[in-house]
């Protein structure tokens, strides 16, 4: 299957994820700013803006009434199950 906007373990998301906990990590790809958001067990989800200047933003926290997200950018949530709390791999 084509890879969807957002890398495995993240969810894709049309909407906005707000800004009052984020870490801007740079202009970089899209799969480099999933691995900041999967190296940080606190995040959960992110910002790049892949249509325009390549802005990487790690969010640890955001509220899901926040409107519909800008054009250039893609929201990608983290799967609540990647998070590695006790997931059956980690136990194993």
């Not at 969010?59 to 059956?88: D, E, M, P």
């Amino acid at each position: 299957p084509p890879m969807g906007p957002c890398p495995d373990g993240f969810e894709h998301s049309k909407m906005d994820l707000t800004n009052e906990k984020e870490k801007i990590e740079g202009k970089i790809g899209n799969e480099a700013c999933s691995d900041k958001c999967s190296k940080n067990s606190k995040c959960v989800g992110y910002e790049w803006n892949g249509a325009g200047d390549r802005m990487c933003k790690t969010k640890t926290v955001f509220k899901s009434s926040a409107g519909k997200q800008a054009k250039s950018w893609t929201s990608c949530i983290r799967n609540k199950c990647s998070r590695g709390l006790g997931t059956v791999e980690e136990e194993g």
